[in-house]
């Protein structure tokens, strides 16, 4: 019997790429998912001048996504995966899309893009939600939505949008992942998990939040008819069509189906975590999500004063969790390294880390001033003088630092969900790029007094995989049946704090 294989589109802020998941039984009624890589392609938001340039550029540079550089490597990617599905007697039985959240593109009333998708680190962002919780207070939005506050949640970038000269012509909203499906498939919809982070989905009832939204549209007369141009939302796991024809002829696929996957890039990675009951998990890579796996949201207001929010997961799940800036501040520091004209050795930057006394200076990663891009090392050296800490003076002592600080919030995050939820943690799995920092998954060890389960690093892809897999009859059981198909895939490798 020949295996069959499910692509899956994993899109990242700082790069996309396409992923052949092969299905492969084990022989004893058990399967293992074999991972291949058949497209990557460089993201990241472009800046944009918005109208004439002047001398102020900040105030007049706008952040944009290139979603058709994106749509190429998807279609690129597509095709090899159809090759390498074929070179290894395997047949494509599903292809999904997973991506960050939160940031829409509009669709004209042919459903032709009407622009490139704003970015949520866009500096348009700023003081807009203050604005909103003027008419709507925050602690209102918490009790429907769950929403940790975000400078960037989708709401707020509609608010600050709807002064934008496309607005009027705009007749749907879709998020990146919908987008990529809708082009894929001719069809329009919201998959839950990712539009739960666009504060307007009930976070208990898994439905579009029709008073909340009706209420925005009633205070700020600017968002008239927003409930319009919202699409049928769909659970995690629902195919959404086939391939259409003219995607079939630019990709040499079939009619293969598109499914509708956990669709937030974070959901999908928890599906693909060998989570247990008393398990907490951190998706490390530009953005650190932090959390645990509950079956139901926590909505009180000490949870909304902590910044914990409900995003919603596969079969019922919510994602409590809370977001830490992640690897984006080191990343930001090898940039900026690397523009001095000296290349960075990564692997050789976090041995010399390692070796630099721990947790000196220990700063809060999650202040939004590490929030834009820029000059990264200037910035945290500076948060670490007002501070009244050493200010680390080599680009070791600073990677020692970033990644102290991010350890320290680790286990901040995970002590105060823990808490909330009254839920006991005993280990922390880490996921995602994270999963490869030695160093960092040792740190949040010994920060956390917790065993660090790191891997797999492609759990976002893995998760998209699966629940293609269970979609589409390859694979049957709950979210425990899919992760025994994970333990039996990867290697994890554990980090246990010094005693």
């Not at 998020?175 to 498939?185: A, F, G, M, Q, R």
């Not at 009619?255 to 959901?267: G, I, Q």
């Not at 009951?277 to 079956?295: F, H, M, P, Q």
Request: hydrophobic share 45%; glycine share 10%.
């Amino acid at each position: 019997m020949s295996p069959t294989a499910f692509a899956a589109v994993d899109l990242g802020a700082t790069s996309g790429r396409v992923m052949l998941g092969v299905l492969h039984e084990d022989g004893g009624g058990g399967a293992r998912v074999e991972l291949v890589e058949t497209g990557r392609f460089a993201n990241g938001p472009v800046p944009v001048p918005r109208g004439a340039p002047t001398a102020e550029p900040v105030e007049t540079t706008e952040l944009r996504w290139d979603v058709l550089h994106l749509w190429r490597g998807v279609l690129d990617g597509l095709r090899e995966a159809g090759r390498k599905a074929a070179a290894r007697g395997a047949t494509l039985a599903g292809i999904g899309v997973d991506s960050w959240a939160v940031d829409t593109a509009l669709l004209d009333a042919d459903g032709a893009l009407l622009a490139a998708p704003r970015c949520y680190r866009d500096p348009r962002l700023r003081g807009v939600a203050e604005q909103v919780y003027e008419r709507i207070p925050a602690a209102e939005h918490y009790a429907v939505n769950g929403l940790q506050h975000l400078p960037f949640t989708t709401e707020f970038q509609l608010v600050a949008g709807a002064a934008d000269a496309v607005w009027p012509l705009a007749r749907d909203v879709l998020l990146v992942p919908d987008l990529v499906t809708y082009w894929l498939t001719g069809h329009k919809v919201a998959e839950v998990t990712n539009a739960s982070t666009t504060g307007l989905v009930d976070a208990s009832s898994r439905t579009w939040a029709d008073g909340l939204v009706k209420r925005l549209e009633e205070e700020l007369p600017q968002l008239a008819g927003l409930r319009g141009l919202l699409p049928d939302l769909v659970e995690a796991g629902t195919v959404v069509g086939p391939l259409a024809p003219a995607v079939q002829r630019l990709t040499g696929l079939g009619p293969v189906p598109v499914v509708a996957v956990a669709s937030h890039d974070t959901a999908s990675a928890v599906v693909g975590t060998p989570l247990g009951e008393r398990a907490a998990y951190i998706s490390s890579g530009t953005w650190s999500l932090v959390g645990l796996e509950l079956d139901a949201p926590v909505l009180t207001e000490a949870s909304r004063a902590a910044g914990f929010t409900n995003e919603l997961g596969l079969d019922g799940t919510v994602r409590y969790l809370h977001n830490v800036m992640g690897l984006w501040v080191l990343d930001e520091c090898v940039r900026e390294w690397a523009r001095d004209g000296e290349p960075v050795d990564l692997d050789a930057l976090l041995d010399a880390a390692a070796r630099e006394p721990g947790r000196v200076s220990v700063v809060d990663v999650d202040d939004e001033e590490f929030l834009a891009p820029g000059d990264m090392p200037r910035r945290f050296a500076d948060a670490a003088r007002r501070a009244g800490l050493r200010v680390p003076a080599t680009r070791a002592a600073l990677t020692r630092a970033v990644l102290d600080s991010l350890a320290a919030a680790y286990a901040r995050t995970i002590a105060r969900a823990s808490a909330l939820a009254d839920r006991q943690v005993d280990v922390v799995h880490v996921v995602g790029g994270g999963a490869r920092n030695a160093l960092l998954c040792r740190l949040t060890a010994e920060a956390t007094g917790l065993p660090v389960v790191a891997g797999p690093v492609e759990a976002a892809a893995l998760g998209n995989v699966l629940v293609q897999a269970r979609a589409t009859g390859a694979l049957t059981g709950g979210l425990a049946a899919l992760r025994d198909v994970v333990s039996a895939s990867f290697t994890l490798v554990r980090h246990d704090p010094s005693r």
